[in-house]
């Protein structure tokens, strides 16, 4: 990671700094889009947490009853807090440096949230490092970032001012495409996987409004998007690749 930044992460004020505690995740639940890659009859898998922050995530996994958790931080407080939940967990420099030294492979990996953080230059590195040493043959390595594109996109580029970068969908799949990765998907592209049916079917048909009127919009401005790229609106962007 770009030291600045990095050196930034470390810092035990860093999660203060942003208004940020452990007790703001005492209600968090297991997120349900991702529940395709986490059945109740894999509860064997071997799972890692990159950027496990304060262990909300592998906790909700524990509580679910999967056994083989592991996460992996830069930044103290994470790891102590995760350690003193019970969670396995290891402070690390450098995913890049972790994973070549990694001994073990895993089904899934899971990074939330993090990949924002590292500086340009070394992102699609620290990605072939997660695929090629780190991800077993038939694992899935599950991405989450802030979406460039959603309503609030600039907003969360520099909400953090940790943050380096920004996604879009189109740039999410030429990092993991430059990355080696082939299978790529995005989950839950429109955010209603946790919506009743009635409130998902309201809210495509208000997604292909908002489509309508970008279209004329960019015909009017004569403006445009990079046609092959999906346009997705919701907060974040949910990618599931192998």
Known sequence: MNKSIDEEIKKASYFSNRNVAEGMYAGYQF???????????DKDLQVLDIGCGLGQ???????????NLHGIDINEESIESCRNNGLDVAMIDDIRHYAKGSSKKFDRIVMSHVLEHID????????????????????????????????????????????????????????????????IEFV?????????????VI????????????????????????????????????????
Request: include cysteine; glycine fraction near 6%; charge should be positive.
């Open 188 to 200: 839950d592209p429109e955010g209603t996987v946790h919506l009743s049916t009635i409130k998902r």
């Open 120 to 183: 340009k230059a070394l992102i699609i590195d620290t990605l072939m490092h997660i695929r090629q040493y780190l991800l077993n043959e038939n694992g899935v390595f599950l991405l989450m970032v802030p979406n460039a594109q959603s309503y609030t996109g600039t907003y969360w580029r520099y909400e953090d001012f940790t943050h380096t970068i920004m996604f879009t969908a189109g740039s999410c799949i030429y990092a993991l495409r430059a990355a080696g990765f082939t299978n």
């Open 57 to 67: 995530f592998l906790g909700s996994l524990k509580t679910r009853g999967f056994k």
């Open 31 to 41: 997120p349900k889009y991702l529940s395709a890659y986490f059945q109740e009859s």
């Open 203 to 242: 809210i495509r048909q208000l997604i292909k409004f908002h489509k309508f009127r970008e279209d004329m919009w960019n015909k009017i401005l004569q403006t445009s998007f990079h046609k092959p790229s999906p346009r997705i609106y919701s907060f974040e962007l949910k990618v599931a690749a192998s």
